[in-house]
């Protein structure tokens, strides 16, 4: 019988400190690095007072994590949704760190998040969130300082108001203070491709290691917003087969494969229940959609989907994570066991900041890149650091989510022994 995964199973900060404790014991690290790295630079919490459409007064409770600016700047994305917690926004900060070192660009981690269900706030409520937040970190955010994006619950418009908001403050326009901006405020071409375009490129780059063809290659793709749908659009056109698709609405499942550009006018511009898509298929929950045969299982839509109770049942040779933190430690033994090849989320969805920080460097040059250039540019970043942690892997004899951390850890510790302590 099925039963919940224990709860510390599901603590992502947990998660994600159980795999730097592994890859900093295996690289050696030395103790006093290993607890400086262990830790946050710094973390607020924040009370948003906001007036409602109805008038009343609410206060919104948001979270900004600065882990490390050793590499450079902070960098990672506000995420506004129900259940955000310090924790969740603390393991998120820290991923980031780990992620910008996996692909070798010049920034630290940071992560930010709000509690609020943007479902249930109109447009002008979420703006008042977004420059109450704002103006309470302006003195945190910069182009040198920390530098937010897009997460879950937040997009385009989100950053724009960012923008604007911290361009008044500071008076003068600084384009540079966020990323994932719409292209006429200083946007990168590619941007909202960009996680999608990686994680087509790390799968990729695991059927050539594996040795399997590209051309009508299955694959499941859990979550159909910016990463999954991106992503199966991308694929699909570059010639793999969408055999299955979910969002929180439920999962279909079809052998004959989706018309993933179909699925997206259905469910993003028609606004119909994907489960509901016309051409059919067998309807599931979202979560069982993971576990279905196909050779690339895609998970890019929330935390803790591939558990210690449910690890076995994956059947596809290569999972990518889009996600952050869609697989809990417990779980990586099992699929180690079953010999899945698995692209650790990390490297996966590191897409998108490798974007961001072209749209970074864009922005302080004035300078705009076309989109073949953009990504051209990340096809190089998203193989170069595909292939290192797979080298790392094999040097090591560790699976590729340690790998990852140890070659993240080791630049990040390399970075600090030169800047050395200020104390
Ligand atoms: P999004 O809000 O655009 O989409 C999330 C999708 O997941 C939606 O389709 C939603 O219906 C689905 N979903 C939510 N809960 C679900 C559940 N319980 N079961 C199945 N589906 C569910 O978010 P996004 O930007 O696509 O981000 C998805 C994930 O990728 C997050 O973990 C995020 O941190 C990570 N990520 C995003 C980016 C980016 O550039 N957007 C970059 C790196 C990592």
Redesign the pocket.
């Known amino acids: 019988m099925m039963h919940a995964p224990a709860p510390e199973e599901m603590n992502v900060y947990q998660n994600a400190e159980a795999r730097f404790e592994v890859a900093a014991k295996k690289l050696g690290l030395e103790q006093g690095l290993y607890k400086y790295l262990k830790y946050p630079n710094k973390e607020v919490t924040l009370y948003i007072p906001v007036g409602l459409d109805s008038g009343q007064l609410e206060v919104f409770t948001g979270f900004r994590v600065l882990h490390s600016t050793v590499r450079g700047p902070g960098k990672g ?1 506000i995420r506004f949704a129900p259940d955000v917690t310090l924790d969740e926004v603390r393991a ?1 900060a820290t991923w980031m760190t780990w992620k910008c070192a996996v692909v070798n660009i010049p920034f630290g981690g940071a992560k930010g998040g709000v509690i609020c269900d943007p479902r249930k706030l109109s447009r002008g409520e979420l703006e008042r969130i977004t420059r109450r937040y704002t103006a309470e970190l302006s003195d945190w955010l910069g182009p040198e300082k920390d530098v937010p994006a ?4 937040t997009g385009e418009q989100t950053m724009a108001w960012v923008m604007d908001t911290y361009s008044m403050h500071v008076r003068q326009a600084t384009t540079a203070v966020v990323t ?1 901006k719409p292209i006429e405020l200083g946007g990168s071409a590619g941007r909202r491709e ?2 999608g375009r990686g994680v087509m490129i790390c799968c990729d780059k695991a059927l050539a290691k594996l040795g399997i063809k590209r051309d009508g290659c299955r694959v499941v793709v ?7 749908s991106m992503a199966a659009k991308l694929m699909q056109a570059a010639g793999y087969k969408i055999i299955g698709l ?4 439920g999962g279909l499942y079809n052998e004959k494969g989706f018309d993933v550009d179909a699925v997206i006018d259905w469910v993003h511009t028609q606004k119909k229940p994907l489960q509901e898509f016309s051409a059919g298929g067998t309807k599931m929950t ?2 069982d959609i993971l576990f279905q045969p196909c050779d690339i299982v895609i998970p ?4 803790n989907q591939i558990t210690e109770q449910n690890a076995n049942r994956v059947q596809a040779r290569i999972l990518c994570e ?4 869609p697989t809990t430690w417990q779980a990586d033994a099992i699929l180690d066991r079953k010999g899945i090849f698995t692209v650790p989320d990390i490297l996966g ?1 590191a897409g ?2 490798t974007v961001s920080y072209f749209e970074w460097v864009q922005d302080r040059q004035g300078f705009f890149w076309r989109e073949s250039e953009v990504n051209e540019r990340l096809k190089d970043y998203m193989e170069n650091s595909f292939d290192q942690v797979v080298r790392y892997s094999e040097t090591h004899g560790v699976n590729n989510r340690i790998a990852a951390y140890m070659l993240a850890i080791d630049r990040v510790a390399s970075a600090l022994r030169l800047r050395g302590i200020y104390a």
């Open positions: 994305g998120l897009p997460d879950v619950g994932g960009a996680t859990q979550g159909f917003g910016n990463v999954g979910a969002d929180i609405g979202p979560r890019a839509a929330i935390e889009g996600a952050n933190g969805n998108g900041v």
